[in-house]
């Protein structure tokens, strides 16, 4: 998620900012860490291929990438990196309100789109006719739960998935949680009090890995509570690692650090010890990622792969698993031999990361646009 573009947090378009606050709170020309936002990207692709693998090989210790659920939590680190980042010089002058407004802009139409897709799905699936079954009222009540991030879990059938529309929506309520958090409390707390907190995040990820028996867990009604720990720790171990300076220069390019992301989502799955292996990646490994992702020096050749990879990555993240849902009915009723799957699921995800460049490029940045020059004529029209 909550999946944030890097270089419009960073930037976040200085017109609105103008109209908002002071010439002073204007940020300066910032570094841009496009390796940041390539890494994201990687994360978002190997999202969408461990939900067609969890499909097909629902056992996780039998799927090559079996671990790619710690995505979310590597979001939520990079996410507390980034508003870090973004927002700590500023947000007192800036105000809670713009700040709100601003990521509002930011991340909602993708949720708003992302439940328009999954109610299309849901009523087109040529496999499976649920809205026969559920009909008009449980229809809208689960779209309006998907678009305004209310949870409800509503198909056992499915998972019991808190946004049956669009599933990863769950990470971005957590991502509004924390950024509540951020905006109330936590852009002014001393590294006096961040490190102890932050501490103390680690252990209630310990213990609710130990609890649960891994990290699978903040999507769905008997595991939501999981997903408070996740983004409890995770979110302030990016805001530690940016205020603490923790920026590792290296020379291992924007390949070397996919190859170390990756090596995360790779690593065998065992039941036994996931509760321990689990959070020690989640600790230790994703904030020195971030560290190392914010130093390392990118050859200008692969800067356009970064900046693509960032584009995607927000989009193909909250569009991607309505689609799987037909996906999974295709399986249920079509009984594909795993010939055919090994050819279906890379051509769907690459239609799929073709789709979600479309989205970002024709409908979620002029819709955005749009809500900023709304936002700015509206902050001159009331000084006026």
């Known amino acids: 998620m909550a999946i944030n573009t890097m270089a419009k947090e960073a930037a976040v378009d200085n017109s609105t900012v103008k109209s908002a606050a002071p010439a002073n709170v204007l940020l300066t020309t910032r570094t841009h860490y496009m ?31 079996g671990h790619a659920y710690l995505a ?31 990521r509002l802009i930011r991340l909602q139409p993708m949720v708003v789109i992302g439940a328009f897709i999954g109610l299309l799905t849901f009523l087109l699936d040529p496999f499976h006719h649920f809205y026969a079954q559920y009909g008009c009222k449980d229809t809208a009540v ?43 409390i936590l852009f002014k707390i001393h590294k006096k009090i961040l490190i102890p907190l932050t501490i103390l995040a680690a252990c209630i990820l310990v213990y609710t890995a130990h609890q649960f028996g891994n990290l699978s867990i903040g999507w769905g009604a008997e595991n939501w509570i999981g997903g408070a720990a996740r983004l409890f720790y995770s979110f302030l171990a ?47 490994y994703f904030p020195l990622l971030v560290a190392l992702g914010a130093g390392v020096r990118i050859n200008k050749s692969v800067q356009p792969a ?7 990555s927000y989009p193909l993240y909250m569009v991607h698993y309505p689609f799987l849902w037909v996906f999974l009915s295709y399986l ?15 051509v769907i995800t690459c239609l799929l990361i073709g789709f979600a460049y479309i989205m970002a490029k024709f409908i979620d940045e002029p819709v955005r646009k749009y809500l900023k020059g709304r936002w700015q004529k509206g902050i001159k029209a009331t000084r006026s």
């Open 35 to 65: 390796a940041l936002d390539g890494l994201r990207g990687i994360a978002a692709v190997a999202v969408v291929i461990f939900h067609f693998m969890e499909f097909i090989i629902p056992d996780y210790a039998d799927s090559f990438i």
């Open 72 to 102: 979310v939590d590597f979001f939520f680190c990079l996410s507390g990196f980034v508003v870090a980042y973004a927002y700590d010089n500023r947000i007192k002058k800036l105000g809670k309100a713009a700040f709100f407004k601003m």
């Open 332 to 346: 249920e009723t079509q009984k594909p031999s795993m010939g055919q799957l090994y050819v279906q699921i890379p």
């Open 306 to 312: 970064c900046k693509f990879l960032g584009d995607i």
């Open 238 to 284: 990016g805001i530690l690692v940016y205020r603490s300076k923790w920026l590792i220069q290296n020379k291992l390019g924007f390949l070397g650090m996919g190859a170390l992301l990756a090596i995360a989502f790779l690593i065998p799955y065992v039941d036994r010890i996931n509760w321990i292996t689990e959070p020690i990646i989640v600790i230790f």
């Open 142 to 184: 689960m779209f309006l739960s998907a678009a305004f991030m209310i949870p409800h879990p509503a198909m056992p059938e499915r998972y019991n998935n808190l946004f049956y529309f669009n599933p990863p929506t769950w990470s971005l309520f957590w991502e509004y949680i924390a950024n509540i958090c951020y905006a109330v």
